[in-house]
């Protein structure tokens, strides 16, 4: 069984820097996307960034600048940087992988979420 587990977040500042970590685990034949999303109270789910298994990178408008995702494909791993923060940044952020595992076609994977939030 597959699974994705964050740490990292935490309570900060408004113009502080925390780093998120998210690890697979399991069966794993090939880790393909990966990414990092965010929810807000009473908002919807949103892309924060995401990287290929190469390397390339997106980011929602709102990121651009002040966060950076990067990834270990030996460790299984992928990072989120995050710097400048602030206020409305506050959301619980999840990792987000595509996966392929033994007799299964690639499935998108979920981590539990861990809570950032940014006081002002």
């Known amino acids: 069984q597959v699974q994705l587990a964050e740490s990292g977040g935490g309570l900060v500042q408004a113009g502080g820097s925390l780093r998120l970590s998210c690890a697979a685990s399991?069966?794993?034949?090939?880790?393909?996307?990966m990414g990092w999303y965010r929810q807000a109270p009473g908002k919807q789910r949103e892309l924060v960034a995401t990287?290929?298994?190469?390397?390339?990178?997106n980011y929602a408008d709102s990121v651009k600048g002040r966060f950076t995702i990067s990834r270990d494909n030996a460790k299984k791993m992928v990072y989120l940087q995050m710097n400048s923060l602030k206020p409305e940044d506050t959301a619980v952020y999840y990792c987000?992988?595509?996966?392929?595992?033994?007799?299964?076609?690639?499935?998108?994977?979920w981590g539990q979420g861990t809570q950032v939030t940014v006081s002002s």
């Open positions: 399991g069966i794993i034949l090939r880790i393909n996307n």
């Open positions: 987000n992988a595509n996966i392929l595992t033994i007799g299964a076609y690639p499935t998108e994977h």
């Open positions: 990287i290929t298994s190469g390397g390339s990178t």
